[in-house]
Nanobody, 119 residues
Framework: QVQLVESGGGLVQAGGSLRLSCAASGLTFGIYRMGWFRQAPGKEREFVAAVTWRLSRTYYADSVKGRFTISRDNTKNTMYLQMNSLKPDDTAVYYC????????????WGQGTQVTVSS
């Protein structure tokens, strides 16, 4: 199994920045990709960004392209999400997830970290 712990959430004004971290532990050698998802109140969880663990290929939702940057540090088994130019619409609980495969549902999920952007 893989354990995932998110950190770095908080309250920020619109236009501000936050950096989320996701620390992975356990059977991390099997990870193929990791991703960030978010869920706002009353809405379904949505994809934000993903990165492949070995080659660091990145993927983004259209809504965050140019504002968010996903990265990973294999030596620390940690994934990051740098969020700039934050908007009130970015307010949500942000979850990290890991998967052993290239597609399909993610295997493991963290508990989530709250991001609140005030206008």
């Amino acid at each position: 199994q893989v354990q995932l712990v998110e950190s770095g959430g908080g309250l920020v004004q619109a236009g501000g920045s936050l950096r989320l971290s996701c620390a992975a532990s356990g059977l991390t050698f099997g990870i193929y990709r990791m991703g960030w998802f978010r869920q706002a109140p009353g809405k379904e969880r949505e994809f934000v960004a993903a990165v492949t663990w070995r080659l660091s290929r990145t993927y983004y939702a259209d809504s965050v392209k140019g504002r968010f940057t996903i990265s990973r540090d294999n030596t620390k088994n940690t994934m990051y999400l740098q969020m700039n130019s934050l908007k009130p619409d970015d307010t949500a609980v942000y979850y990290c997830a890991s998967d052993r495969r290239a597609d399909g549902p993610y295997d493991y999920w963290g508990q989530g970290t709250q991001v609140t952007v005030s206008s």
